[in-house]
């Protein structure tokens, strides 16, 4: 856990990631309070306060008696949230970055562009070149 | 009188603000601890409440081992109370058993074996968990037939933080449990309390120097300054009271200037053109906004820095204050 942003925090991202990755399928539950703060060696109640945060956006729900479960259409609004987020969180530092170095708009574009392609390329079956 | 376990995954007790719906394990009101001319305690009012981690936190001499002795009544008060589960502590064996206090560099007769220690701790504590102790001492990898005096200060240590956890007392006190301790100990410390914790929830309170080692395990922090607790918030909020600022110079300078922060540095660098400094203040929309116009980085510092920070100023306004009265 690093100092730069609250702790819960931190642990709600990190669940969210998972759900996004698919570590944790819709309906699939997800480990304990108790289990996440062993984990990550930090307060129950601080563990309690990130998942919490996940059952008021509607991402978790819990089964009384039994534990904590992604919600149906939790992966949506994740995908929702994160793309509503991410020209504060990616697209922002990258203009201010391409300024910095001197990057015209059209230089920024083509690396993106490229990097793009790249990654949707890498995703597809392809043969390994070295 | 047994702490009921958390069923697994019940996470219903668990929002973190939600505290003082049952009552307090520690009242301490008005209390006052003088050595002669030193005022150890000044004023102290605290309200602890039951399944909560506190880290005691403060510079040497704060009066932190005094406040903490206050509590079991090991150290009378010169004036004020101490009350642990509504009652009076002092030389009250029915509060006493529910409560365990390892001092900082606990000793045990020095002929005394590791399982006598043991034994001793289990007749005098109400909620000792022998099985846990035994796992343990194999944890910390203490022999138990070696002699106290035969341990070295990290195994003392060690013995003294098996006590403290395996009494599983509702008030659990632990005066700078580190001595001598290995990061790996220490690292098993923390794992053994946490988990520990999570079944059996009860009131710890931890001193210690090694702020941001343990911070993230803890519910609420208190300050304890010169006798005085000057701060006592939930870990979270008292990170807020303090904050970095860095950038260029001129810059920084411009902005302590025009938001009034510079009489609230409590340390500062500069390499080159650029500096960093520390503000011991919570940081206001105004100033952050001012921070971006100029172009300056503000981030949240650790709460070690902001221990730091609060006790590099009040040294300078206790002084002050001495001065007034």
């Known amino acids: 856990m690093d100092d730069s942003r609250p702790i819960f925090q931190q642990v709600a991202d990190r669940i969210s990631s998972d759900i996004l990755a698919g570590t944790y399928g819709e309906e699939d539950q997800v480990p304990s309070t108790n289990e996440i703060a062993l984990f990550h060696r930090i307060n129950p109640a601080t563990a309690g306060k990130g998942v919490n945060t996940l059952v008021t956006r509607g991402i978790l729900y819990k089964r009384r008696g039994i534990g904590m479960f992604v919600a149906t259409g939790a992966r949506r609004i994740l995908l929702e949230e994160r793309q509503a987020q991410f020209v504060r969180d990616y697209v922002d530092p990258l203009v201010a970055e391409a300024r910095a170095i001197g990057f015209t708009a059209e230089d920024a574009l083509r690396v993106v562009g490229r990097r793009l392609g790249a990654a949707t390329a890498a995703g597809e079956p392809r043969k390994e070149q070295s | 009188m047994t702490t009921a376990a958390t069923p697994w995954g019940e996470t219903s007790r668990v929002p973190a603000d939600a505290g003082g719906t049952e009552a307090p394990a520690v009242v301490v009101r008005g209390l006052n601890r003088r050595f002669g001319k030193v005022r150890a305690l000044r004023d102290v009012d605290l309200e602890l409440a039951p399944g909560r981690i506190y880290g005691l936190v403060g510079r040497n001499g704060a009066g932190k081992t005094t406040l903490l002795s206050t509590l079991v009544g090991q150290v009378l008060p010169s004036s004020g109370s101490v009350e642990l589960f509504g009652r009076r502590s002092l030389e009250n064996p029915a509060v006493l058993a529910r409560t365990v206090y390892v001092r900082d560099h606990q ?35 203490l022999s138990p037939k070696a002699r106290c005096k035969k341990l070295s200060t990290g195994q003392r240590t060690a013995l003294g933080i098996i006590v403290g ?161």
């Open chain 2, 107 to 141: 000793c045990y007769p020095d002929d005394m074996r590791v399982r006598h220690v043991l034994r001793a701790a289990g007749h005098a504590y109400l909620g000792w968990d022998e099985e846990f102790a035994q796992r343990l001492v194999a944890d910390f990898r």
């Open chain 2, 165 to 325: 956890l395996a009494s599983r007392a509702e008030l659990t006190i632990l005066d700078e449990p580190y001595g001598g301790l290995d990061p790996v100990a220490r690292g098993l410390f923390y794992d053994r309390l946490l988990e520990d914790f999570a079944e059996h929830p009860r009131t710890v309170i931890i001193s210690t120097h090694l702020v941001d080692e343990i911070a993230d395990l803890l519910n609420e922090v208190i300050l304890l300054d010169d006798g005085v607790v000057t701060l006592h918030e939930s870990e979270e909020q008292a990170r807020e009271h303090a904050y970095r600022l860095a950038g260029a110079e001129r810059d920084v300078e411009r902005l302590l200037e025009s938001t009034g922060a510079g009489e609230r540095v409590s340390r500062r660098q500069s390499v080159g053109s650029m500096t960093m400094v520390v503000v011991a203040a919570p940081l206001d929309d105004a100033t952050e906004t001012l921070a971006r116009e100029l172009g300056l980085e503000v981030e949240p510092v650790s709460l070690q820095e902001v221990v730091a920070a609060m006790g590099t100023l009040s040294v300078t306004e206790s002084t002050a204050q001495e001065g007034a009265l």
